[in-house]
């Protein structure tokens, strides 16, 4: 149970949030106005810039959001007796429920972070704090806090990520009809390459 | 040697091309106006439209010249002696000398065909070309054309492809310092990952 005390404001933020996410998606972060964001808010334009004062604190509060998903996320694997299982049954939820919106959202954020620098800089924060979660995890499961496994853990986060990313991404033509037995089987060996990348042990230099 | 012969319009397009496509990367591709596009081309609004009539014309004419590197590209793996090796050897070229402007057009691409019909199927129609390429170089890589070999070759293409362009895209934070050591790991993870993909005996039902 959530206990944190949502104050109505951001919780009419979040909604908001939910409302225009795919304005952003069907016109693209450059051809989206501040217009167009609140009438998809239902709000006059006045009222919007109360919550969000710009185009790119949108960006920031819905990539603000997802962090505090992948934190519980990593806070399961974490917690949990067995880190591994734990970890592979995640990212198994994750490659097979993936929305649509999810990732052409996240192709829209990546394409304006080419362009901004504010963006870019959030989003190399975000994945910076997935790459270190995910190298606590790997540290946990292999029992290795040295620094050589460290290295290479920290590649290996790189790949997963990468792996998980270009999954959703792929969805775009090959998931055209979505749970296509194409698409299935792709999500089988992007799971068995992460399994690997995950439960490999770290091939240290010989000492 | 080259010796079709490039017309001197279709000469001058590509230039165009060479000179227009940062606009994208810059602005969007929503953001980007065909004044824009043609002051970056030092032409004319009225002239540029001879050339190109509509964004969407000049990223298809970007993409199908991608396509003809990706042909030169497999033409080399199926006419070499040791298909697997050039075809090792030319991903490697690839993965070491992406450039970052073209990793940006691609997520402006990309992230453009979530909002614009014409763009999802020439992005389709280019992906299968790649894919049906793939397979043809696995297939005979392997000395394997069974119906059950292609089939899993079908999925290892897709995550042949997703590994490529999933680097590419993860430039944008580690690679921030081109050539950092972080990038070069996992380009290298990478490799090896594109090296168990394509070697990998294809697993069959037993008999």
Redesign the interface.
């Known amino acids: 149970m959530d206990t944190s005390a949502a104050s109505p404001a951001s919780k009419r933020a979040s909604d908001i949030l939910d409302q225009v996410k795919s304005v952003f ?7 989206a106005s501040m217009q167009d964001l609140a009438q998809a808010a239902q709000m006059s334009v006045g009222n919007f810039y109360r919550y969000f004062s710009s185009k790119n604190a949108i960006v920031t509060a819905l990539v603000k959001r997802d962090l505090e998903e992948i934190e519980t996320f990593f806070e399961a694997v974490q917690s949990s007796e067995n880190p591994g299982v734990t970890f592979m049954s995640l990212l198994r939820h994750r490659i097979e429920t993936l929305p649509f919106e999810k990732a ?1 959202l996240w ?2 954020v ?6 901004c620098p504010e963006i ?1 800089t959030l ?2 924060a975000m ?2 704090t997935v790459r270190r979660n995910v190298v606590m995890a790997l540290v946990r499961i292999h029992g290795d806090d040295s620094a050589a496994a460290r ?1 290479i853990f ?3 986060a ?2 997963l ?3 998980v ?3 959703a ?2 969805k ?3 998931g ?1 009809d979505a749970g296509s037995e ?1 698409y299935v ?2 999500g ?3 799971l068995s ?1 992460l399994h690997d990348t995950i439960f490999t042990p770290p091939a240290l230099p010989a000492e």
Chains 1, 2 share one sequence.
């Open positions: 998606a069907s016109n693209g972060f450059e051809g052409a192709s829209e990546q394409a304006a972070s080419y362009r870019t989003m190399c994945d910076e290295e920290e590649t290996r790189q790949l990520m990468l792996l990313h270009g999954f991404q792929r775009y033509c090959t055209a194409d089987a792709l089988e060996l992007v390459t």
